[in-house]
Nanobody, 124 residues
Framework: QVQLAESGGGLVQTGGSLRLSCAVS????????MGWFRQAPGKEREFVAS????????YYADSVKGRFTTSRDNAKNTVYLQMNSLKPEDTAVYYC?????????????????WGQGTQVTVSS
C-alpha cells in the first residue's frame, strides 16, 4: 500500500519561509516523479511544483517560480518543498503526489497517489 505523509506546514508571516516534507512508503520511490499541489478555500486545486524521478528536472507554476524549490532525497524516500518569500496568497492546504512515470508534470491526472495535505497559512 502506497502512503504519502506530508509535514512541515504551519503559520508564518508574510516574507517568511517554510519547508514541507513528504515521506513515501510502499513503492520504489526513485522510479517516479513527485509533485506538489495546493488548494485554497473556495478554489480549485492547483499545481505548484514537480520533480523528476532522479531529481534533475524541476517544473514550477509561474506564481511560485523563484520563491519555491522542490528537491528529493531518494535514499530517504522523501520529497521537499522549500517555500521562501511567502505571501498571503500562498495560504492553502498543500498536497504531495506520486507520479505515474518518471517525468514531472503539472497535470493532476498524471499522479496516482496523494497525501492527506498540510495547512500553510501566511499572515499579512
Amino acid at each position: 500500500q502506497v502512503q504519502l505523509a506530508e509535514s512541515g506546514g504551519g503559520l508564518v508571516q508574510t516574507g517568511g519561509s517554510l519547508r514541507l516534507s513528504c515521506a513515501v512508503s510502499g513503492r520504489t520511490f526513485s522510479m517516479y516523479a513527485m509533485g506538489w499541489f495546493r488548494q485554497a478555500p473556495g478554489k480549485e486545486r492547483e499545481f505548484v511544483a514537480s520533480i523528476s524521478s532522479a531529481g534533475g528536472w524541476q517544473y514550477y507554476a509561474d506564481s511560485v517560480k523563484g520563491r519555491f524549490t522542490t528537491s528529493r532525497d531518494n535514499a530517504k524516500n522523501t520529497v521537499y518543498l522549500q517555500m521562501n518569500s511567502l505571501k498571503p496568497e500562498d495560504t492553502a492546504v498543500y498536497y504531495c503526489a506520486a507520479g505515474r512515470s518518471s517525468s514531472p508534470s503539472s497535470r493532476s491526472d498524471n499522479f496516482g497517489y496523494w497525501g492527506q495535505g498540510t495547512q500553510v497559512t501566511v499572515s499579512s
